[in-house]
């Protein structure tokens, strides 16, 4: 039997890349789709909008439209459900799908607020079901092996994390989001800020969009949360939202430190592949262009080259659907990063930098 999957929310244009994945997911099916009503209504259907990315998935991956995310639930009764919703909404919606008794997916980041993130943990055992957290650069092979690099021992201990992430924003000049080939639309200031990425409210900005990269890169690889947090966030070039568009933190821990930036406001040509990990022996980072073909290097204290930990391109690494299919049919278990758990301390991570940005100090996890 397949796996009936649908879903809710069109908020995300990673909307696009998710219902590409699943039609391409051999024991998966996409039996329909529906967007959230929205608190504050866009006025445009340019490409990446919610209304632009519905009748994306609807006509590009034959799914079935909904009106109503709750009728579609109670009418089609999924194994799982997808969330891309505006951040803000993500722990009551989860709620309504979760206690149909419907596993989820939810679309990085997990929640707005640490407490939001633990009520989403807690509905595991309120309903029985499995939620997970989809974030792409899991799905990304240099990534991993990065990881296993500074796992094996042979550059020391981890002592710092640099990590710079960021775009033109997500409806920004030129953006352009996986599964779909052409690049955003011309829109006015006006029209970006009627978007929910540009409303703190609803869980817009860079903090949640970029930093929470830094945070989730920080924690895996640390593997544990951070004693404090100082952040600095400013709104330099959108000032149609009221979002901060470029953040930098530093993420102190007991025995070393992180350093990571985001922003909306930097041609994506402008950034590094991937986090640059230094440890107590040598360095692991990235080579390479965004968006094109990307290495793992490293080299001892000395400066001579390592050869990096390689991992195979399994199919169960392909992306979100392919891993969770794996997962279902073959008992394969989750990979860490995408629980609920680890994506709780993930947010309260978020959270500490942004109460830093407010009192302007360090901010305990």
Known sequence: MSIRAVICGCAHMHVNE????????????LCGVADIAPEFPENTDK???RAWNFKNVVEKYSAKPFDDYKKMLDEIKPDVAYLLCENYRKAEIAEEIARRGINVIIEKPMATTASEARKIVSLKEKYGVEIYVNWPVTWRR????????????RLGKIQKLRYLNGHTGPLGKGAKHR???????????EERGRTWWHQKKCGGGAYLDILCYGCYFSRWLFGKLPVDIMSVGENLNTPFGDTEDNIAAILRFEDGFAVAEGTWTTPRR???TGPEIICSDGVVWCDGVPDGEAFVAASDIYGNDIDADHQK??????????????HVKQGMPIHETLTAEFNADVVAMIEAAERSNASRKAEKV
């Open 270 to 272: 402008r950034m590094p």
């Open 47 to 49: 490409r990446y909008t």
């Open 313 to 326: 391109d399994d199919e169960h690494f392909r992306n979100m659907p392919w891993h969770y299919a794996a």
């Open 142 to 153: 240099y990534i991993r092996e990065m990881k296993a690099t500074v796992d094996s021992g």
């Open 179 to 189: 599964g779909v080939s052409a690049k955003a639309e011309e829109m006015t200031d």
């Open 18 to 29: 998710v219902a590409l994945y699943i039609s391409e997911q051999t024991s998966t099916e």
